[in-house]
């Protein structure tokens, strides 16, 4: 964790304070609307196609191995992002408080659309909401450092982007040398951005984690009802244009996911052993 702190004796106990704090003021907005049109071919369809945040990894709805590894992290709350999944709330009775939330919607308006439409109607939110994809199996080599690099860039949000090679949209993301992204090959055309001739930085790609702050998805100039709103596709693009965009390159660390039979297969292979693993090292990145 690279806090600056002067004192050294009182050097662990402010930065667990800082650390602490960081996270409660940090909503975690868990992206589980989707379709699930790739898993069609293993798993039943439902009125809302496949849910993917119900199905069972290492024993339990994997939408519940996020909730309790978050709970555990010691975010300030929780919101499921469940579109029109009924079967999500339904999974989540009598379990709701002011730290975990179900949020459904009739008419599903994209990602960003719901993600935005969530926010305003829940309470209890922190400064900032990190967005993560209830299929997608990630390791954050350092979360507090994330968090940390979020508030003192002064970031609109920030995209955790990895390096490994052969994911999905390889190289999408331009990075320059001060961390503020420059250039996304994911942007509606509209948008206007152009790939740089010239650049100091790295290509990475899209992990499906993004944080931002709170004020800006709140008072966006959208409204439900509106086209449809991407993260990737409008969001992203626009805080590209106002310069507000920084990365956070997650190097070569474990990511994947689990929305196609392929990949579905491979993690349940291994999955006692990958999700007891993965939740340990979260809860002691501090001591490694």
Do not use: C
Not at 124 to 147: F, H, P, Q, R, S
Not at 198 to 220: C, N, P, Q, R
């Amino acid at each position: 964790m690279n806090f600056e702190i002067n004192n050294k004796a009182e050097a662990p106990r402010d930065a667990e304070a800082e650390k602490k704090k960081l996270f409660n003021q940090t909503t975690v907005y868990i992206n589980a609307g989707g379709r699930g049109t790739r898993l069609e071919s293993i798993f039943p369809k439902g009125p809302s196609g496949v849910t993917k945040a119900l199905i069972d990894f290492n024993g339990k709805p994997m939408i519940q191995n996020h909730t309790d590894l978050l709970s555990e992290l010691g975010f300030k709350n929780i919101i499921i992002g469940a579109g029109d999944h009924l079967n999500i709330k339904e999974y989540y009775a009598g379990q709701e408080n002011e730290r975990l939330s179900v949020v459904n919607t009739e008419k599903q308006e994209d990602t960003g659309g719901d993600l935005i439409k969530a926010v305003r109607e829940t309470e209890n939110n922190g400064e900032n909401i990190l967005v993560e994809n209830v299929d997608t199996v990630l390791y954050v080599k350092n979360v507090a450092e994330l968090l940390a690099q979020h508030e003192k860039s002064g970031a609109t949000a920030t995209i955790v982007l990895t390096t490994k090679k052969g994911v999905p949209n390889e190289g999408a993301f331009f990075v320059d040398e001060n961390g503020k992204v420059v250039f996304s090959r994911e942007a509606r055309e509209e948008y206007g951005l152009a790939e740089p001739d010239e650049w100091a930085g790295f290509k990475a790609s899209s992990t499906g984690t993004v944080i931002f702050k709170t004020d800006f998805l709140k008072s966006y100039d959208w409204q439900s009802g509106q086209e449809p709103l991407s993260v990737y596709r409008d969001l992203i693009p626009e805080l590209i244009k106002q310069g507000g965009l920084y990365a956070y390159n997650n190097e070569n660390n474990l990511f994947t996911d689990t929305g196609t039979p392929e990949k579905y297969h491979q993690i349940k292979r291994h999955e006692k052993k990958l999700f007891g693993a993965l939740g340990e090292k979260y809860l002691n990145q501090d001591k490694e």
